[in-house]
């Protein structure tokens, strides 16, 4: 498998752990390492595996995070690479299903003959005009 099919299944690895509340599945996605960052949205940013995966759990044990990526672009230098996406998030609510749209950003390290992720980061998305590049005056 070539360097951009391993991350793409490696991306998907990281969404369907979400989607099926698979923390296994997100242990092996995750490089163990005490500098690995994560920046959840609305969140400052944790550092360290353990931290990481203890962050992690406690989204999870609120029920699976129903997560869609889409527009996602993979780009590789080396033994780095990155994903950005738009992850596009729907959750039951009162009185209809609610969604959201974040913009995220996957790096990934290659460790041995895989890749591993190395930090997540998503915020949600600007508004239109921002989105569209119009100034904000």
Known sequence: MDDRAAIAETN????RALRGQDMRMLDQVW???DWVACVHPGAAQV??????RDSWVRILTRGPLP???TQVMIHVERD???VTCVENITMPGEPL?????????NLFQRNG???????H???????????AGRSMN
């Not at 299903?97 to 950003?105: D, F, G, N, S, V």
């Not at 003959?113 to 930090?119: A, G, N, T, Y």
């Not at 980061?121 to 600007?126: M, N, Q």
């Open 12 to 15: 998907r690895n990281f969404y």
């Open 31 to 33: 490089l163990h390492a």
């Open 47 to 52: 550092t360290g595996w353990q931290a990481v």
């Open 67 to 69: 997560v869609l990526p």
């Open 80 to 82: 780095l690479a990155w």
């Open 97 to 105: 299903w609610q969604t959201a749209a974040m913009q995220a950003t």
């Open 113 to 119: 003959d895989e890749w591993r992720m190395i930090h």
């Open 121 to 131: 980061h998503a915020s949600p998305l600007p508004n239109a005009d921002e989105a």
